[in-house]
Every structure is written in C-alpha cells, then in structure tokens.
C-alpha cells in the first residue's frame, strides 16, 4: 500500500485524464458521465412504474417514494459496476506502460478505482439532487455518505486487484463479469423494495456483500445513521476484498509482464 502513496499524483492525475478522455471527441464530452446514468435511471423509472407499477403496487402505494429509492441504489450500482469492468481490464489497457516502466501494477489499478471514486461522487450528487427535488429535509448523517463511498471502493479496490489479475491469464474473466454484475445486482434490492422478497431469501441478504454498502448509502439518506453492524459489515467485506485481491496480485504479478 506504500507504493499507492507513493505514486499518488500519478494515480490522480491519470484518474481525472481518464475521466476527461473516455467520451473525447463527442459533443457534450464529460457531461456523458450525468446524461448516460440518468437516462437509464429515466428508463427503469418508467418500466416500473408505468409498465409494472399496476402489478407491483408500486404506483399505488410509493409513488414518491419509489424515484428516490431506486435513484438512491441504482445510480451509484451502475457506477461501481461500470468501474469494476474497466479496472478488471487495467493491466490489459496499460500493457505498454506495464513493459517499458518501472511502475507497480497496483497503480494502474488504483488509478481506475479512483477514476470510479470521482465517477460515483458525481451519481452521489445526482442522488442528493433527486432527493432534494423530493423535498426532502438535509440532515447531519448525509456528512457520512463519503466514508460509505470510501468504504464501497475499497471493497471494488480489492476485488479490481484479484480480477484484473486473473484477467491477464484469462482473458474471458471480463466478459463472465459483465454477466455476473448482472445477476449481482438482481440478487439485492437495488431496483425493487426489499419487502417483495421472500422472508427465507431476505434472511441471506446480509451475506451478499454489496447489500451492507446499498445499505449503509440508503440509511444514510434516509433513516439517519446505519447501525454499528452494517459498519462492521462494510469494514469487513473491504478488508477481505483487499487481502484477497493483493495476495492474488503478490502471487501472480511476476508472470503478468511477460503474458501482456
């Protein structure tokens, strides 16, 4: 992790190029990164409310509630999964920089991860701006929404790490993840109430580990300060991420030079 301190402006300086340079060359440039997550926010909107909201009660019952629920877990979902697959892909993407210098790999996926950080900062704002919209009152605990940010990116930091690296020997690790961020996020309440679940299905949820960060980023919002346990579940669920995704790393980097 001292490498990660020590190539810290690197890190931020290729993070914010990133983010600059991913929609160079179309009109509305950065601004991509609103349109493109509120369009698709606009269109599960009206698929659940005007299409099914008859059938799931969800027209009848929340029709306030509902935009913000969904805007509160599933912008910040597609961002943290949308950076998951690009740092997945960050050895591959900076193999010429990985060949010809001397820089640890951990910082080009670093780099991406903090490219994710700002990215969901920006879905974090667009939330915050929905729930104002709403009328909702600010309160004290929205002061903590960052560290459940930190914490949710060091869970992607860790898990980035190990798949990254599997990802040089296997090349087919990116596109299983697109499937697998697809069922992950049906399997928590990202985009439906929790409630409709079954209560045997809703009993395996705190095992999920992305269901602790919606949690904690939910709660936060709306209910005031998440409970100790949903922390300690963060904290855990990152730690473990990191130990996993560096010893995969430690393992396996000295081949990664030569497979690129």
């Known amino acids: 992790m001292a490498q990660l301190w020590q190539y810290r402006g690197w890190i931020w300086t290729a993070a914010l190029g990133d983010l600059r ?3 160079a060359g179309s009109g ?26 008859s059938r799931t009660g969800m027209l009848d019952s ?10 509160s877990g599933f912008l910040p979902w597609i961002t943290f999964s949308e950076g998951l697959s690009r740092s997945t892909q960050a050895f591959l993407t900076n193999s010429v920089h990985l060949k010809r210098l001397a820089i640890p790999e951990i910082v080009f996926v670093a780099q991406s991860c903090v490219s994710t950080t700002v ?7 667009l939330v915050l701006g ?27 930091l860790g898990l980035s790490l190990a798949l990254s690296t ?5 090349r087919d690790v990116g596109q299983i993840l697109v499937v697998v961020l697809q069922i992950w996020m049906w399997s928590i309440p990202v985009v439906y109430f929790e409630d409709i679940l079954p209560p045997t299905y809703r009993a395996t949820l705190p095992f999920n580990p992305a269901y602790p960060f919606l949690t904690a980023l939910r709660e936060t ?12 579940a963060m904290l855990v669920w990152g730690l473990i991420a990191c130990a996993v995704g560096l010893s995969v790393l430690a393992r396996l980097r000295t081949e990664i030079r030569d497979l690129l």
């Open 130 to 156: 929905v729930v104002l919209a709403f009328g909702i009152t600010p309160a004290w605990s929205w002061l903590l929404v960052p560290l459940v940010l930190v914490l949710w990116q060091a869970f992607g």
């Open 221 to 232: 919002l709306f209910e005031g300060v998440p409970p100790i346990s949903v922390w300690a």
């Open 21 to 23: 340079y991913r929609y």
């Open 166 to 170: 599997i990802n040089v020997f296997f």
């Open 28 to 53: 509305l440039g950065v601004f991509w990164n609103v349109i493109s997550p509120l369009a698709i926010l606009c269109v599960y909107l009206f698929v659940f409310t005007q299409l099914f909201g």
């Open 62 to 71: 929340v029709a306030i509630a509902f935009p913000l629920y969904l805007s």
């Open 119 to 125: 990215s969901m900062g920006i879905a974090i704002v």
